[in-house]
């Protein structure tokens, strides 16, 4: 059973930046997609970005731009940029990996807030 633990939230001010950094307890390797999701209050769950074993890449529309996605094989983490960040960004985000037969594992997440 792989462990997803995602870190470097935080409370920053509009315009500012963040990474977030999602480290699994085993080998990435086998997991077809990456990605993150976030949960603003009172919204539905959002998917933010996702990365492909070969480093393809999607965003969300509303993202796109400010949100860079990579992941490190090597060190078993996926990781997400973010720049310019606004109000709207404010969520819980939760990392998540598939593998090739469709299991999901998903991380606790980690609050955001990005003050205006």
């Known amino acids: 059973q792989v462990q997803l633990v995602e870190s470097g939230g935080g409370l920053v001010s509009a315009g500012g930046s963040l990474k977030l950094s999602c480290t699994a307890s085993?080998?990435?390797?086998?997991?077809?997609?990456m990605g993150w999701y976030r949960r603003a209050p009172g919204k539905q769950r959002e998917l933010v970005a996702t990365?492909?074993?070969?480093?393809?890449?999607n965003y969300a529309n509303a993202v796109e731009g400010r949100f860079t996605i990579s992941r490190d094989n090597a060190k078993n983490a996926e990781y997400l940029q973010m720049s310019s960040l606004k109000p709207e960004d404010t969520a819980v985000y939760y990392c998540?990996?598939?593998?090739?037969?469709?299991?999901?594992?998903w991380g606790q997440g980690t609050q955001v807030t990005v003050s205006a």
């Open positions: 085993g080998s990435i390797f086998s997991f077809n997609t």
């Open positions: 990365i492909t074993s070969r480093g393809r890449t």
């Open positions: 998540f990996a598939r593998n090739s037969v469709g299991d999901e594992y």
